[in-house]
């Protein structure tokens, strides 16, 4: 299958990030991968929600909601008026999952940080762009937080980002857009810190089963992937 751009199975598509997209808030930036496009914002709340205060939790929390505009696919889609429907539920609790694993809880203080992935322009991979960037723009709020000495440097552990990948016609290949991902006989999800460490996979085979050793060379190709989104989250974010 010849690939968009003639980009070669293993190499990311073109990867932008316009930082302080939302001037007021405390960290922004819109990511695009290729023509994927996703505002995330990181908001913070001095106070903990109700149910860290009932278990007398020690430290913060951080949380992310996720949703596409109406516009952002092919056809128009209804806005979730009524609270986020089962697809985005489950997305933002991977958001929030992922990126809880890149901050210390305990070391932040009192506070609730919010990511909010909004999706522009879907071709594929939104959730992987969402973690990416709600990483920049939860990073930018911390650094913040740490510059004016409310939290530690301790709180940040390793940096995390996600990439999706999948086999067609029997090639793995890296970072899908829509028209891949439709045509993948396997499509999977990595997180990953900068550590190398696991945070998620989710992997699905469309047809017949596939073998544990394409699923080692669906991880290199996404570990190699996710290195290089990070040393690009660490470009931006370094002042």
Sequence with gaps: MKRENGRSQDSLRKLGLEMDFVPCAEGSVLISMGNTRVLCNASIEESVPPWMKSQ??????ITAEYSM???????RSRR????PGGRSQE???????SLRAS????????RTITVDCDVIQADGGTRTASITGGYIALRKALNDLIAKGKIPSEALLSPVAAISAGIIDNQVMLDLCYEEDVAAEVDANFVMNKDRELIEVQGTAEGNPFSRDLLNKLLDVA????????EEQERVLTP
């Design 103 to 110: 901050v210390d809880l305990r070391l932040l203080g009192q």
């Design 223 to 230: 570990e190699k992937g996710i290195l290089e989104l990070i």
């Design 56 to 61: 007398e939790e020690e430290g913060g929390w």
């Design 91 to 97: 997305i933002q609790r991977l958001i929030g999952r």
């Design 69 to 75: 505009l109406p516009r952002s696919g092919l056809t």
């Design 80 to 83: 979730e008026r009524h609270g």
